[in-house]
């Protein structure tokens, strides 16, 4: 585990509240974006949790150069900030979701588990907002065609915000084979993350194209 954040208190006390989780082997704290990129390269910690405002380059731009260092990691970002223009933004960037500050210790410690199992930490309420503001702001992504008719209803139930394990029950597969699928998915479309994957797959109209083929 490895948070970025350069409050140093803010940082300690994630720490701490982290290093109760008998699931968490370590915790380290990186100040700043070159601090963290070494820290990844040297660690490569399950999950990051990412402040947005970073001394030098912010937690986007950090994100991105974690990324190029240790492509599948996820980060999650923590902001005070809102806005659907970070928050696409942020998805952009390659960011797994994120965490408000300030939240209750049970939603950071669900939010970091989730993470670590490759789920979106993304509020659902939110997911439609994201994907109308994709659509009408970028044009440019290209997804792959070739995914298969499973792959392709994998993805359909990740963009409505389900985990692993509902997936897995829902299409009555193991959810070994579901994760397999999921990583299957984010290698052909390009994505760090199931959110990226999810957002990639509207922008460019798949994820239309599959949910009028589910409604025929």
Request: a negative charge; proline letters at 4%; glycine letters at 6%.
């Amino acid at each position: 585990m490895l948070i970025v954040e350069d409050q140093r208190m803010l940082a300690d006390a994630l720490a701490l509240t982290l290093a109760d989780d008998p699931g968490i082997a370590s915790v380290e704290i990186a100040a700043d974006g070159e601090a963290a990129v070494r820290a990844v390269a040297a660690e490569q910690p399950d999950v990051v949790i990412m402040d947005h405002h970073l001394p030098g380059p912010d937690g986007l731009a950090v994100t991105r150069a974690v990324h190029r260092v240790c492509p599948d990691v996820p980060v999650v970002m923590l902001t005070g900030d809102t806005s659907d223009e970070l928050l696409l933004a942020a998805v952009n960037a390659g960011i797994s979701g994120f965490l408000i500050k300030d939240q209750a210790v049970e939603r950071l410690m669900d939010a970091v588990r989730r993470a670590a199992d490759g789920e979106m930490v993304w509020p659902a309420e939110r997911m439609a907002r994201l994907l109308a503001r994709s659509r009408r702001t970028a044009t440019t992504a290209k997804a792959s065609s070739d995914l298969t008719p499973r792959e392709r209803d994998v993805l359909r139930l990740m963009s409505e915000g389900l985990d692993n394990k509902v997936i897995a029950e829902r299409l009555r597969l193991s959810l070994a084979t579901v994760r397999g699928y999921v990583q299957q998915v984010l290698a052909k479309l390009g994505a760090h993350s199931k959110l990226e994957a999810v957002v990639i797959a509207s922008r460019t109209g798949l994820l239309s194209d599959l949910r009028k083929t589910t409604a025929k």
